[in-house]
């Protein structure tokens, strides 16, 4: 009898143990390579397969400052050579507009459409 609540109590704890194992999610953060420049994004990847974290890192490889706007998100102005990094969680699938919000480079091609399926 002994053994057999041990074995039931065994059984039990492994049970919990892998049941709370498998409740347990990881969320990948998956980071985006951005060029920017005049007057242009180029981005490393222009999709997310399901909704989670990314982060864009900016690279301004023009001459002029640029910034990156996504799903209610900015970065700082980016001065020319240097970098920034913009960190979004996507909750849901949707097309995303992401644009520089400096004042004429969004309308002379500086935007686009960020995609999470």
Do not use: W
């Not at 347990?24 to 997310?48: N, R």
């Not at 982060?55 to 706007?69: E, Q, S, Y």
């Amino acid at each position: 009898m002994k053994r057999l609540i041990a074995s039931v109590l065994v059984l039990f704890a492994l049970a919990v143990g892998s049941s709370s194992a498998a409740t347990q999610q990881t969320t990948a953060t998956t980071t985006i390579q951005v060029k920017a420049g005049e007057f242009f994004f180029k981005l490393s990847k222009g999709s997310l397969t399901k909704p989670g974290t990314v982060v864009f890192a900016v690279k301004n490889v023009g001459h002029l400052a640029h910034d990156l706007k996504i799903a209610g998100k900015k970065t700082a102005l980016i001065q020319p050579g240097k970098s920034a990094t913009l960190k979004v969680v996507f909750t849901k699938a949707g097309h995303y507009r992401y644009l520089c919000t400096v004042p004429g480079h969004a309308a002379q091609g500086m935007q686009g459409t960020f995609v999470v399926h």
